[in-house]
């Protein structure tokens, strides 16, 4: 069975999941988008420039964008030696910026996947308007399930999108899809076991994003349970800090930056970077 015999959406978590996604207009997504047609639904990495905050607005939204495509960069570092003609799966695409990026560095076929109509929509329409519509394709489908043939892959990654899956049935399709060799590398946010459960603060993130966030060991376990043997493993906790500083002090703050920055900074949350082979 693939998602191409069955519904994409199969559960009332995945419909409210798509449904938040079909309706999101969210301006710290889509002004950042704006600057250079790169459209992130993730967090950026690195110092920022502390002059913007003397400046216009447009200043602090531009440095917002450059630390979202910094983060999408490091994501791809870790992919490995990727040719032209192999092929990659965004899985969790959101409106696309990570494919495009990718399409860019490695000049190969990227697939993107997400359960938004909306998004893949926005994410088609990006690439024709860069041509690279040929080669960038988004899909309607669940990454659960996808329907793509069986080791067609040479590297796939989940940039902030395990949060709303099972790790192992995600692990398990992912090792399906991808060539034997081939690389997976995710950035995600994860509750630290060491301190216990979910802390107040990563609680209020699940509840504004409708997602779950996995324990940092639910990683290391679903991926040894599927085959994935890991290569790097990147706390950028310290390295994401200034973003949300920056963003909370700028124009498109959406209330959520005070639980990041205090679940980061009590230890009960990370931002992890894990690169694993399948073998
Ligand atoms: N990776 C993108 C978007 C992250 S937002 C970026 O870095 O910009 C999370 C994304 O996961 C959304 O696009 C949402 O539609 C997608 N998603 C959530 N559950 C999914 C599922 N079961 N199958 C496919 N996509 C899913």
């Avoid at 290569?231 to 703050?253: H, K, N």
């Amino acid at each position: 069975m693939t998602s191409l015999d069955q519904p994409v959406l199969r559960t009332a978590y995945q419909k409210s999941i798509a449904d938040y996604w079909d309706k999101e207009k969210d301006p710290v997504n889509l002004r950042l988008g704006d600057v250079d047609g790169l459209y992130h639904h993730h967090y950026g990495l690195g110092a920022y420039d502390p002059a913007v905050l003397d400046g216009p607005d447009e200043g602090v939204i531009a440095e917002m964008h450059r630390l979202e495509s910094a983060q999408a960069e490091v994501l791809l570092d870790h992919l490995g030696p990727i040719a032209p003609g192999d092929r990659l799966l965004d899985a969790g695409c959101g409106r696309g910026g990570s494919s495009i990026m990718a399409n860019h560095r490695f000049g190969c076929q990227v697939d993107g996947v997400s359960i938004s109509r909306q998004q893949v929509d926005f994410a088609n329409g990006e690439a024709g308007k860069r041509g690279v519509d040929g080669q960038v394709k988004y899909h309607v489908r669940n990454m659960l399930d996808t329907g793509f043939e069986t080791g067609a892959f040479a590297g796939i990654w989940n940039n902030e999108s395990t949060m709303y899956v099972d790790l192992f049935e995600l692990f398990a399709e992912h090792a399906r899809q991808l060539r034997p060799g081939g690389r997976y590398v995710t950035i995600t946010g994860c509750y630290n076991d060491v301190t216990g459960g979910r802390s107040r603060a990563v609680s209020q993130i699940d509840q504004h994003y409708i997602c779950n966030i996995h324990a940092r060991g639910e990683y290391f376990k679903a991926l040894a349970a599927n085959g994935f043997v890991p290569i790097s493993v990147v706390d950028l906790t310290a390295d994401t800090i200034p973003y949300w500083e920056l963003r909370a002090q700028s124009s498109v703050a959406t209330g959520i930056e005070d639980p990041f920055l205090t679940a980061y900074r009590e230890g009960s949350f990370h931002y992890l970077l894990i690169a694993a082979d399948r073998i």
